[in-house]
Nanobody
Framework: QVQLVESGGGLVQAGGSLRLSCAASGRTFGTYSMGWFRQAPGKEREFVAASSWSSSTFYADSVKGRFTISRDNAKNTVYLQMNSLKPEDTAVYYC????????????????????WGQGTQVTVSS
């Protein structure tokens, strides 16, 4: 089992940047695929980005070229660097983890992940 704690959210103006962090417990972090999802008020949770256990990366079309996911297995941490933020990026951002095959269908599906953090709020003002 793994516990996840997100940090780094906040209020930023459009065009600005934020870096989210997700710290995981346990000694087998490197075997987990890690995902970032977000949920805006009144909307379903949606995929943002993911890093497979083999460090392949996946992105939602809406964030490609603006967001970068990375992981530091020595620190049990996954990051989401968010640049050129837009008001529509406003949401609660969640970190997720599970042992997944590095296939698009599994990686991008919220239902594939058993472990979730508590979320961190990102608000982008116009």
């Amino acid at each position: 089992q793994v516990q996840l704690v997100e940090s780094g959210g906040g209020l930023v103006q459009a065009g600005g940047s934020l870096r989210l962090s997700c710290a995981a417990s346990g000694r087998t972090f490197g075997t987990y695929s890690m995902g970032w999802f977000r949920q805006a008020p009144g909307k379903e949770r949606e995929f943002v980005a993911a890093s497979s256990w083999s460090s392949s990366t996946f992105y939602a079309d809406s964030v490609k070229g603006r967001f970068t996911i990375s992981r530091d297995n020595a620190k049990n941490t996954v990051y989401l660097q968010m640049n050129s933020l837009k008001p529509e990026d406003t949401a609660v951002y969640y970190c997720a983890a599970d042992h997944l095959a590095a296939t698009t269908a599994q990686i991008m599906g919220a239902g594939s992940y058993a472990y979730w953090g508590q979320g961190t709020q990102v608000t982008v003002s116009s």
